[in-house]
């Protein structure tokens, strides 16, 4: 029993360690060690395996129950990254916006212009979407690519796109009039990974799995490493903005990541401040992905956000959040 708990606590240790990795993140870019990115996708299954050994320690009175709890501390706000609870605000909204990767329309235009209209937002930022030009009480529209559009039913003053070397991926801004005070809206789509479902579905076939798992590092850690060359210039592009920023998007990368940690520095993950539940949006695999995120200036002040899994419009659910903008 004795060399159990032993192995049992070295186990733990690497899984804390991993955990810590994950933090890491916002340290080590890809291009130096792009295994710790690798790790923020993990990120959910290590803090499970993390508990459920802290449950065990505590249940069989170990001093080292207290170790792990301590070192728990320390992932308190990775967590809420990716599940928060938060009260909700009395505050009265003025700004509503919705961001939605649409797939290319293949669960049905007609559907996800349904549900944009219905939703009546004063902005609305897609990815991979690019026939919902027409939406009721939508003046203004920005469309610079097929891949990214910026709808709005304030005025749009200025917009362009925020130049990268991303292949597939796209970023447009756009300078919004709302109640008197001009807004920078930031439409980020950050390139894709090119992984369908069939590509992790494990098999009966043990080679075969592990090919499939080889074949998917080969994937996944060249286009982290894309993604920070791609984050430069929009993190300089945001910073240099002479107005208050709301980014949103698509941006394949999920909490405690590289690509999080960099463009979340000096703006709020609005999910942190104000969301409920889950954050996770894509929804195509098993294992659901929070790569949907909303960040906005201190100076504008979030009311709600909301992952909407009434509706099956796409692969990602429709992420809604909710501004009082003064």
Not at 1 to 9: D, Y
Request: with cysteine.
């Amino acid at each position: 029993m004795g060399i159990l708990r032993l192995i049992l606590s070295i186990f733990h240790l690497i899984i804390v360690l991993m955990l810590f990795g994950t933090i890491m993140n916002a340290y080590i870019a890809p291009n130096v060690f792009g295994m710790l990115d690798l790790l923020s996708l993990a990120f959910p299954i290590l803090m499970i395996i993390h508990i459920l050994l802290l449950i065990f320690w505590i249940i069989s009175w170990r001093k080292r129950a207290a170790i792990f709890l301590v070192l728990t501390l320390f992932f308190i706000t990775p967590v809420r990254r990716w599940i928060n609870y938060t009260p909700a605000k009395k505050e009265i909204p003025n700004l509503k916006v919705i961001s939605l990767n649409g797939k290319s329309g293949k669960f049905g235009d007609e559907n996800i212009y349904r549900f944009l209209n219905k939703q009546q937002a004063d902005v609305v930022l897609t990815q991979e979407y690019k026939s919902a030009e027409n939406l009721k009480g939508f003046e203004y529209f920005e469309r610079r690519f097929p891949v990214v559009k910026i709808q709005s039913r304030f005025p749009i003053l200025r917009s362009d796109i925020v130049e990268t070397d991303a292949k597939n991926g796209r970023c447009i801004f756009a300078d919004i009039k709302v109640n008197n005070k001009v807004i920078r809206f930031v439409n980020v789509y950050m390139e894709p990974f090119y992984i369908e479902k069939q590509m992790v579905k494990p098999g009966d076939n043990l080679n075969e799995n592990e090919k499939k798992f080889k074949n998917i590092l080969h994937m996944l850690i060249p286009t982290f490493r894309k993604h920070q060359n791609q984050i430069i210039p929009i993190k300089s592009f945001i910073e240099g903005s002479p107005y208050p920023v709301i980014v949103a998007g698509d941006f394949n990368a999920v909490p405690n990541s590289y690509e999080y940690y960099k463009i979340s520095e000096g703006l709020q993950d609005v999910f942190l401040k104000v969301g409920r539940g889950s954050g996770t949006s894509f929804h195509d695999f098993k294992f659901p992905l929070k790569i949907d995120h909303f960040f906005a200036a201190e100076s504008i002040e979030p009311i709600s956000y909301k992952v909407d899994r009434s509706v099956r419009i796409s692969d990602h659910f429709p992420v809604i959040a909710e501004f009082r903008v003064k």
